[in-house]
């Protein structure tokens, strides 16, 4: 569904990616792991079109995508939830989904009535301001504004940053919902142990280059990989 073929992205003359490469296949759940700093979220702002790649190849279901304005790849299906979040601090949780709602290209799409089944603590605050939300509830609410788009494949940047224990779970079962609704997920993450409950596969980045990529399996039987570039 998605192919990274080895793209080099730089931050002005700043080199941050070297020949990075990598594929999600539909239905799958994806996981780019690596410590701060490594490249994980240039990797996504490169493939959702915010800092284009100056080489390589980007294709999303065989189209080209490569340097294309992120407003034209939300049209292709591609939805991207940043670490940043992004909520709107003024407007309240219904709001914030109601100016993100898109028409589904085909077949059965989102809206709050489905939004709410999977996220029903966001229901119970649909009148709250975005700026009074707890860190998980506006994760909830990023996740939630991006799926507004109707995408079918979702781009999501370190899901877990700073939540609680409880909080991690509770997205977790979020994220595997969404799979089992037939999104397709690419994310980044540092909770290696909840990436690999999530994950059918994963990379491992390392200052800007794939060290490894391989099964959650091949990945937890691999400690010299887990101990060189996961380990803080």
Not at 23 to 46: F, H, P, Q, W, Y
Not at 55 to 70: F, L, M, V
Not at 170 to 194: H, P, Y
Request: aromatic share 6%.
């Amino acid at each position: 569904m998605l192919e990274v073929d080895a793209i080099h992205t730089y931050y002005g003359l700043s080199h941050i990616l070297f020949g990075v490469s990598l594929r999600v296949d539909k239905g799958e759940i994806v996981c780019l792991l690596g410590r701060n700093g490594a490249g994980k979220t240039t990797t996504m702002k490169s493939i959702i079109g915010l800092v284009p790649p100056k080489q390589g190849n980007i294709r999303y279901k065989g189209d080209e995508i490569t340097r294309k304005a992120p407003y034209l790849l939300a049209r292709k299906g591609i939805g991207y939830v940043p670490d940043e979040r992004k909520i709107f601090a003024d407007l309240t949780v219904g709001e914030n989904l109601e100016i993100a709602e898109r028409k589904a290209n085909t077949g059965v799409g989102w809206d709050r009535g489905r939004i709410y089944q999977i996220f029903p603590a966001l229901q119970a605050i649909e009148s709250r301001r975005g700026g009074y939300l707890s860190g998980g509830e506006q994760r909830m609410l990023a996740i939630a504004r991006a799926l507004m788009g109707n995408p079918e494949f979702l781009i999501l940047d370190e899901p877990m940053e700073g939540l609680a224990p409880l909080m991690v779970r509770l997205i977790e079962t979020q994220i595997m919902k969404l799979r089992e609704a037939g999104l397709t997920v690419l994310m980044t993450e540092q909770n290696v142990a909840s990436a690999l409950r999530l994950s059918d596969r994963c990379y491992v980045i390392d200052d800007g280059h794939i060290r490894f990529h391989g099964t959650v399996e091949e990945l937890k039987a691999n400690d010299e990989v887990r101990r060189k570039y996961l380990l803080v």
